[in-house]
Each structure stands twice: as C-alpha cells, then as structure tokens.
C-alpha cells in the first residue's frame, strides 16, 4: 500500500508565502507524474500543478507565476512553494502522484493524500 501525507499548510496574511511538502511512502518503485490539487468549499476540486519524472511542470493560470512545484525524486517527495498568497488561494490543498509498487507490474496507480489546509486572510 501507499501513502502520501501532505504537510505545511497554515493560516498566512495576503501576500505572504508558505511551502506545502507530500511525502510518498509505502511499497514504490517508481513515481511517475506527481501533482497538486485544491479544493475551496463549494467548488470543484482543481488541478493546481502537475510535474513529471523528468521534472516538466506544468500550472494553471490562476497561480502561474506566484507557485513553484519541485520534487525530490530521493525523498519520494514533492513540493509546492506558494508566493503572493491571496484570498482566492484558500483551500484543501491535496498531493495526488502516479506509483508503480512493483517491478514486475507495469501499471501506475492513482493515490491522493489526505489534504491540509491553506487559509489566506485578506
């Protein structure tokens, strides 16, 4: 089984930044694309950024420009540093990533975590 824990989100004031972390853990042998989704009361969850093995990214317009999204591939970790928070970015901000358990299957399977939330005051 595999788990992914997200850590780092918080309440910050506009225009503040924080980092969120999603460490992978569990029977992997490899992680392909990994990403990062939020989901603000009353709307649909959305995809925020997505980075693959090799390290493309890849943001939605809303955040273009003001969040970074890396990985350490090590660690079975990826992050999402926030710059500029605004109101607009509160959310349950959620890691999803594509894993391969084992060697000898070659399918990737879909986790999420459990989410942690990112509160902006205006």
């Known amino acids: 089984q595999v788990q992914l824990v997200e850590s780092g989100g918080g309440l910050v004031q506009a225009g503040g930044s924080l980092r969120l972390s999603c460490a992978a853990s569990g029977t992997i042998f490899n992680i392909n694309d990994m990403r990062w989704y939020r989901q603000a009361p009353g709307n649909q969850r959305e995809l925020v950024a997505t980075?693959?093995?090799?390290?493309?990214?890849n943001y939605a317009d809303s955040v273009k420009g003001r969040f970074t999204i890396s990985r350490d591939n090590a660690k079975k970790t990826v992050y999402l540093q926030m710059n500029s928070l605004k109101p607009d970015d509160t959310a349950v901000y959620y890691c999803n990533a594509d894993v391969r358990e084992y060697r000898w299957r070659t399918r990737y399977y879909e986790y999420w975590g459990q989410g942690t939330q990112v509160t902006v005051s205006s």
């Open positions: 980075i693959t093995s090799g390290a493309n990214t």
